[in-house]
């Protein structure tokens, strides 16, 4: 995955603090943590996401185009309504996430970052016929989020993605400063990431590997359409659903509030019973310090794994909680 092109020019704020990884170019935190989270769980202030990917699609076939490339229902997708949607592999697995909204000319999306290039040259493989036109809008149009609940004013002529977890702008990346100053306080990616794990939110490279397929991350439904046409991958998604048995499953854990450092990601998961040297039966995939829980993750484990069976992330005591049913 490439690195991001841009630099957000919010790190400049009073205490910001540099994200690093995949979030690399946006700030982790402005100096607050939990101030910046319960500033989000009440509806305040917003989160900078410029350093993700946008891409935008236009002419007159590009939502009966896309129906036939991802896995949501797209031909009857009314102007304004949010929706999500995958690319997959032959075989089912998670290729891309998009964030979609169509606004009656464009279908705009934002995805994650290192992502947008391989993105654009496959849809532009894909064209074919179609009346449609691929751009990589990342260099102009920032990502912005409100958190639900917000009453702030969206400048106008900006295309907004609303949810129930709040609003994402496609904001001018020229305006980024300015909006700032309008509508703070501002929210790192911490905080964000916080409120995303606690709503069970999987995201794509944190959650998924390289052979994750919808159901083991709870995504049928949301971003996968099972009353829709043929599309890339759609033979693995059809059997996996008819048998019921994907073979991995994602999962909530309570971490015990005593470590000092969080599992990261790809720490193994075992069974308590079993201590540091049993069985490893899944990994952390993402966790984060909340507010309100203490130390929290989400992780992928098998799908067998008792629903009821205390765990450890390394060395860590986790209690489960289920996400996917097994």
């Known amino acids: 995955m490439q690195r991001p092109s841009t630099t957000s020019p919010l790190l400049s704020l009073p205490g910001a603090v540099a994200a690093e990884g995949r979030d690399e170019g946006v700030a982790a935190h402005y100096g607050d943590l939990f101030r910046e989270q319960r500033a989000l ?7 900078d996401l410029s350093h993700r990917g946008v891409v935008t699609v236009t002419g007159d076939d590009r939502l ?6 991802v896995t949501q229902h797209m031909t009857d997708l009314p102007p304004g309504r949010a929706t999500e949607a995958l690319v997959l592999s032959a075989n089912g697995h998670i290729e891309h996430a998009l964030y979609l909204v169509d606004d009656g000319e464009t279908v705009w999306a934002h995805v994650e970052p290192g992502t947008r290039e391989e993105l654009v040259a496959y849809l532009e493989s894909m064209k074919f016929f179609y009346r449609v036109e691929v751009a990589d809008r990342t260099d102009d149009i920032a ?5 639900a609940g917000s009453i702030a004013e969206v400048p106008e002529g900006v295309a907004v993605r609303e949810t129930p977890h709040g609003r994402d702008l496609f904001l001018p990346r020229a305006d980024l400063e300015s909006f700032a100053g309008s509508h703070g306080p501002a929210a790192g990616m911490l905080a964000y990431e916080a409120l995303r794990v606690e709503a069970h939110r999987p ?14 991350i709870g995504l049928i439904g949301s971003a996968v359409h099972l009353q829709k046409g043929c599309y890339r991958g759609q033979e693995t998604v059809a059997r996996v659903q008819n048998l019921g048995k994907p073979p991995r499953r994602l999962v909530f854990l309570h971490l015990d509030g005593s470590e000092v450092l969080l599992p990261g990601h790809g720490t193994p998961v075992r069974l308590a019973a079993d201590g540091e040297e049993g069985r490893q039966l899944g990994f952390v995939t993402s966790s984060v310090r909340h507010h309100e829980l203490g130390p929290i993750a989400l992780a992928l484990v098998k799908r067998n794994v008792p629903v009821d069976a205390p765990l450890i992330a390394g060395t860590t005591a986790a209690a489960q909680e289920t996400v996917v049913e097994p």
Do not use: Q, Y
């Open 64 to 69: 009966s185009w896309l129906h036939l490339l």
């Open 41 to 47: 769980a009440d509806g305040k202030g917003f989160v």
């Open 143 to 147: 990502v912005v989020h409100l958190p």
């Open 203 to 216: 995201r794509l490279g944190f959650e998924t590997d390289h052979r994750t397929i919808p159901h083991e």
